[in-house]
């Protein structure tokens, strides 16, 4: 349970778009939540939403048949979207022009120009606007920031990153996380987008991405393997791989001018068991230790919430958000014409 919120901060109401695996996550966590009260859920699959009645999570919670009934939804102060990557940028124009506060699920869009538009909106509506990238929301990588801000580690030279399950084999043939047309270059936008975001976090915007797609270890049609090569300003390199067809694992290391820090999950972030942390400085012996887990979900929407009550900014800016969204669309055009891509700047202007 979370520490509840001041008593001069009344819960956020949010409506809650999409009840697939995803959106069952999300209302699990916002159950355990004093900072948001899951208020309304839609769902256009009428099966999931007659079924929805049943469940515990959705006790008192108004069950609507389409996103735009529920934005209708008076008292609603803003939306939370697990919905089809394509659907996030009309998704996102109607919630800022019904006047509610926005957290989307990664990837906030498919293409630059859908996520400046959304981007824009939320900025003249003076509407916060939260992303589903939870893994920066990790204690320890929180701390290997700080560690890389306060010069520790030297210049960072390169990254090396590898986010991968085999989850998607459980999912039925017909769900959208598996459509060449839903969800381009699967790998990407279900787990290596994290990475991404992570490197820019890292090191800012990038410059230049190599990527490449194949399927060999299932019959996804919209591939399994993908390695990418991110290229930024400096002259460092993000090395990151995403496969959908082999045990979990997950690892993020820092390789900086005076030494490195790899951090490794010891299971899926959705259901996390802590992290093994190992830091080598140049001079000292290699120090490793274990870090328990954390709810980093919640701690993600827990931090737009409080956006919302103007206790603190949110920490992901939308120049992130927008840089992110350049070098997904770079990777997918890499992918497309196996060659070098460099990457639009992430500028509303």
Known sequence: MTAKANSTHAAVKVGLVGYGWWGKT????????SWLELSAVAEVDDKVRLAMPSD???AGVEVFDSPEHLMAHPGLEAVILCTPHQQHANQMMSAAHAGLHIFCEKPLCLTLADAKRAVAQCQDKQLVLGIGHERRFEPEIMAMRQLIADGALGEV?????NFSQDKFFALPKDNWRLSNKFAPVGPLTATGIHLVDLSI??????ESIWARLATLGSDFENGDTLGIMMGFPNGANAMISAVLATPFEGRFAVYGSKGWIEI?????????????????LRGKEPVTRFASPHPT??????????????????????QEM??????????MTSVQTRGLVQVAAPHLS
């Open 26 to 33: 999300i209302a699990r966590q916002l159950a355990n939540s």
């Open 56 to 58: 515990p999570a959705l």
């Open 157 to 161: 030279l390169q990254i090396e990153a």
């Open 201 to 206: 976090a890292v090191l800012g915007p990038c």
């Open 264 to 280: 490794r999950d010891r299971t899926h972030p959705e259901n996390p068991t802590g992290w093994d942390i190992k830091t080598v």
């Open 297 to 318: 979900v919640l701690a993600n929407l827990e931090a737009f919430a409080k956006a919302i009550r103007h206790v603190a900014p949110y920490p992901v800016t939308t």
């Open 322 to 331: 927008l840089a992110n969204v350049a070098a997904l669309e770079a990777i």
